[in-house]
């Protein structure tokens, strides 16, 4: 059994991972850190928990993790990780971490866009990008792993394959996207408060949304270039998912069918990607719960563009999800596992 500890275990996230850890039948959840809960037990903190895992939240020990987990998800705001993680790691456990605070390479762009200097700056450098469809290989060696955000699971899903392929023009990529309020965690906030967001659509965070620079870094690595993109966000009056259309431009001609045919085969492997039949496009409602990206294709002839739409649950294949398919392939158990 693997033996785990959640830090952070009352966000929206941690709890998505409870309730996936808890049907998974190769862990043991040992710890459940919550600063705000600690010494309430998870049932009365959350009533759909009672009688399913009788455990009371602790506060934060490493020491005491140390003893009882093998291998410990943080699901903890951006910049609460960076000086945890390293200590766990040293302690000889493996870490997951859901927050930004890894995946950023360059530690002056982690700088700019998140505003403080990264005190573990050498982790930048070792911390693995958790796209299991891209990065398996180093996933599997991994000790410490950057869950990628769900905006940029969306996206580069979509757009990733086009563009190792040399199918798509670079210098001309654009990202529409529309995500749940729950992509904005639990902490409240006058724009997330009901009669603020009900009933209207948003952008927000125009130019300045702290995904963009994870989005440009791995088109970056698969273009061998340096990419700008173009990210527009969206929040939308519902709890959660997310849909995000890509419009990319094409290098030389080539049919939907052709297309259709080439994304279909790139993911033909994978266990949680689903590439639409013709006309055929993905809805949020879906893949809610899921931790399936669903892709649908269209190629606009007139302006030779590819046009990419996926959807995912930003719960699942945009945070608990996804690190539960990358736990099991740090532990070389069946990719699904708890999944599906």
Same mark, same amino acid.
Do not use: W
């Given at each position: 059994?693997?033996?785990?500890?959640?830090?952070?275990?009352?966000?929206?996230?941690?709890?998505? %991972?409870?309730?996936?850890?808890?049907?998974?039948?190769?862990? +043991?959840?040992?710890?459940?850190?919550?600063?705000?809960?600690?010494?309430?037990?998870?049932?009365?903190?959350? &009533?759909?928990?009672?009688?399913?895992?009788?455990?009371?939240?602790?506060? /934060?020990?490493?020491?005491?993790?140390?003893?009882k987990a093998d291998l410990v998800f943080l699901?903890?705001?951006?910049?609460?990780? *960076?000086?945890?993680?390293?200590?766990?790691?040293?302690?000889?456990?493996?870490?997951?971490?859901?927050?930004?605070?890894?995946?950023?390479?360059?530690?002056?762009?982690?700088? /700019?866009w998140y505003g403080i200097d990264h005190p573990?700056?050498? !982790?930048?450098?070792?911390?693995?990008?958790? $796209? &299991?469809?891209?990065?398996?290989?180093?996933?599997?060696?991994?000790?410490?792993?950057?869950? &990628?955000?769900?905006?940029?699971?969306?996206? /580069?899903?979509?757009?990733?394959?086009?563009?190792?392929?040399?199918?798509?023009?670079?210098?001309?990529?654009?990202?529409?996207?529309?995500?749940?309020?729950?992509?904005?965690?639990?902490?409240?906030?006058?724009?997330?408060?009901?009669? +603020?967001?009900?009933?209207?659509?948003?952008?927000?965070?125009?130019?300045? @949304?702290?995904?963009?620079?994870?989005? +440009?870094?791995? $088109?970056?690595?698969?273009?061998?270039?340096?990419?700008?993109?173009?990210?527009?966000? @969206? %929040?939308? &009056? *519902?709890?959660? =998912?997310?849909?995000?259309?890509?419009?990319?431009? $094409?290098?030389?001609?080539?049919?939907?069918?052709?297309?259709?045919?080439?994304?279909?085969?790139?993911?033909?492997?994978e266990p949680f990607v689903r590439v639409l039949?013709?006309?055929?496009?993905?809805?949020?409602?879906?893949?809610?719960? %899921?931790?399936?990206?669903?892709?649908?294709?269209?190629?606009?002839?007139?302006?030779?563009? !590819?046009?990419?739409?996926?959807?995912?649950?930003? %719960? *699942?294949?945009?945070?608990?999800?996804?690190?539960?398919?990358?736990?099991?392939?740090?532990?070389?158990?069946?990719?699904?596992? =708890?999944?599906?």
């Open positions: 059994m693997i033996k785990v500890a959640i830090v952070g275990a009352t966000g929206y996230g941690g709890q998505e %991972l409870i309730k996936l850890l808890l049907r998974h039948p190769k862990v +043991e959840i040992t710890q459940l850190v919550s600063q705000s809960n600690k010494n309430k037990s998870i049932g009365e903190a959350f &009533p759909y928990f009672k009688n399913l895992i009788d455990q009371k939240f602790v506060s /934060l020990d490493l020491a005491r993790i140390s003893k699901s903890l705001p951006h910049k609460s990780a *960076m000086n945890i993680a390293g200590k766990l790691l040293k302690k000889g456990m493996r870490v997951i971490d859901f927050s930004a605070d890894f995946r950023l390479k360059n530690k002056s762009l982690y700088k /700019l573990n700056d050498d !982790l930048l450098a070792s911390a693995i990008y958790g $796209l &299991p469809e891209f990065y398996r290989s180093k996933i599997k060696k991994a000790t410490l792993i950057a869950n &990628p955000g769900c905006y940029p699971t969306a996206a /580069l899903l979509s757009i990733l394959p086009a563009l190792n392929e040399g199918l798509i023009n670079s210098e001309d990529i654009i990202i529409d996207a529309k995500t749940g309020a729950s992509g904005a965690g639990r902490m409240p906030s006058d724009a997330l408060h009901f009669p +603020e967001c009900n009933e209207s659509i948003t952008a927000y965070r125009v130019g300045t @949304h702290q995904h963009i620079p994870e989005i +440009e870094q791995e $088109l970056s690595f698969f273009a061998k270039r340096d990419v700008e993109a173009v990210f527009m966000p @969206h %929040l939308i &009056p *519902m709890n959660r =998912g997310i849909l995000s259309t890509s419009y990319c431009k $094409l290098k030389a001609g080539i049919s939907l069918k052709e297309m259709r045919a080439f994304y279909a085969e790139f993911y033909k492997k039949k013709k006309n055929m496009f993905p809805q949020t409602r879906n893949v809610s719960g %899921l931790n399936f990206c669903d892709i649908g294709i269209h190629v606009d002839e007139n302006s030779q563009r !590819l046009i990419v739409v996926s959807a995912i649950d930003n %719960l *699942m294949k945009g945070a608990a999800g996804q690190a539960v398919q990358n736990m099991n392939i740090m532990y070389g158990i069946k990719e699904t596992m =708890g999944l599906i």
